[in-house]
């Protein structure tokens, strides 16, 4: 079992910055795959962001490479989703996820376990 809690969501100006967290626990980071997507109102669940097991493989989705960076903490078993020139389309419900295979990181359907979301509002 792993359990994942997101934080760090709030308002934001366009162009501003954030860092969402997702603290886990009940299995370290480094045994399994951690992902980030996100789902706008009225949209689908899309993929934002992953970091593979180890932490040395890292992947993106086109809309956000070279503004948003996804890292882990071990010592605090947490994996962050720094954010920065964030826009209004950026507006979504945030979610962190674990895929303790590692089958197909960038897909939803792979992941095992799920956070409640965080709210991120980008504001023009």
């Known amino acids: 079992q792993v359990q994942l809690v997101e934080s760090g969501g709030e308002l934001v100006q366009a162009g501003g910055s954030l860092r969402l967290s997702c603290a886990a626990s009940g299995r370290t980071v480094s045994n399994y795959a951690t992902g980030w997507f996100r789902q706008a109102p009225g949209k689908e669940r899309e993929f934002v962001a992953a970091v593979s097991w180890s932490g040395l493989s890292t992947y993106y989705t086109d809309s956000v490479k070279g503004r948003f960076t996804i890292s882990k903490d071990y010592a605090k078993n947490t994996v962050y989703l720094q954010m920065n020139s964030l826009t209004p389309e950026d507006t979504a419900v945030y979610f962190c996820?674990?895929?303790?295979?590692?089958?197909?990181?960038?897909?939803?359907?792979?992941?095992?376990?799920w956070g409640q979301g965080t709210q991120v509002t980008v504001s023009s």
């Open positions: 996820a674990a895929d303790l295979s590692q089958r197909n990181i960038t897909r939803s359907w792979a992941y095992d376990y």
